[in-house]
Nanobody, 116 residues
Framework: QVQVVESGGGLVQPGGSLRLSCAASGRIFGINDMGWYRQAPGKQRELVAAITSGGQTNYADSVKGRFTISRDNAINTVYLQMNSLKPEDTAVYYC??????????WGQGTQVTVSS
């Protein structure tokens, strides 16, 4: 009855940009915090950026100044604008949404590959 779906990943050259989107759908009553996480091979999943329902944000040190998280509550969507991409940004990016009445839900992930 609810789902969270990411999109926007792909292959990009170093220094390039991508914008990821994550939309929640179904019986959505509201969303508290939303966040973007990433997981590279051999590494644990890590928080990249998070945003509260009120628009407060926080970022991993590795992406500060390069990535921007935003949300559109009218369409239950969170975005991650990624600029100045580096090879070390290569990972599967996952969206997590804290859905009111449903709890936290993960998207399926979207691959971001930054070529050398």
């Amino acid at each position: 009855q609810v789902q969270v779906v990411e999109s926007g990943g792909g292959l990009v050259q170093p220094g390039g940009s991508l914008r990821l989107s994550c939309a929640a759908s179904g019986r959505i009553f509201g969303i508290n915090d939303m966040g973007w996480y990433r997981q590279a091979p051999g590494k644990q999943r890590e928080l990249v950026a998070a945003i509260t329902s009120g628009g407060q944000t926080n970022y991993a040190d590795s992406v500060k100044g390069r990535f921007t998280i935003s949300r559109d509550n009218a369409i239950n969507t969170v975005y991650l604008q990624m600029n100045s991409l580096k090879p070390e940004d290569t990972a599967v990016y996952y969206c997590n949404a804290a859905l009111i009445a449903w709890g936290g839900r993960w998207g399926q992930g979207t691959q971001v590959t930054v070529s050398s």
